[in-house]
């Protein structure tokens, strides 16, 4: 019996030495460091954040099956948001997390003749079916859009402007905060909404 409850401590023991020593999984904080990805894009390039070092970075979150992506697309308005952006020398990368069985997944060659379609001007398209990109970030919606400044750290995460409506009417007068954030960035002022509440259709997790 002694031996039994001894083991039983020495196990326990084991455990909490196990869980104490093990990395935890950092999470999306405004003004920490931006978590770490590696995500393969449409070409087949390994991309990563270490890649950008240097370079401000906006990841935006789409799915072609989201009304709420169509919206912005369907009317221009995150082709010309990228548009602006790349222009200015910052880094777009659009993330694609729909996995294999559900609507919304593409192929490499799906993605380049979407972004071929839509007159995509992101720096690439990430495939993130395995939902590593997506889990790192805790995106949630489509879009959900985040900025790394030039230092690494994340220095906006939240909805793309602040009208959750799927009505490209909706876009008329609508306050672009991810415009807005990247003007403060060039301007050197802090953000002045790091973070908003993001809106859109559910990121569809792989299992």
């Not at 920490?32 to 935006?60: C, H, M, N, W, Y």
Request: hydrophobic letters at 45%; a positive charge.
């Amino acid at each position: 019996m002694a031996y039994r409850q001894l083991s039983r401590r020495v196990i326990l023991g084991l455990a909490a030495a196990f869980a104490l020593a093990a990395p935890a999984l950092s999470t999306p904080t405004i003004n920490a460091p931006a978590p770490a990805f590696q995500a393969i894009d449409q070409e087949g390039r390994a991309r990563s954040l270490a890649e950008f070092a240097g370079k401000t970075v906006v990841l935006e979150w789409t799915s072609d099956a989201c009304p709420y992506s169509h919206k912005h697309y369907d009317s221009g308005n995150m082709q010309r948001l990228q548009a602006k952006a790349t222009r200015s020398g910052v880094v777009w990368l659009t993330v694609m997390t729909d996995p294999p069985g559900v609507s919304g997944y593409m192929t490499a060659e799906q993605v380049r003749a979407w972004m071929t379609k839509v007159g995509s001007h992101a720096t690439a398209v990430l495939l993130d079916a395995d939902a590593r990109v997506a889990r790192a970030y805790e995106a949630r919606t489509t879009p959900h859009m985040f900025i790394v400044d030039k230092a690494g750290r994340l220095v906006y995460m939240g909805g793309i402007d602040d009208r959750p409506y799927t009505d490209p009417a909706s876009l008329r007068g609508a306050k672009n905060y991810v415009a807005l954030a990247l003007a403060d960035l060039r301007a050197g002022r802090p953000i002045a909404q790091p973070v908003t509440r993001p809106y859109g259709c559910s990121v569809k997790y792989a299992p």
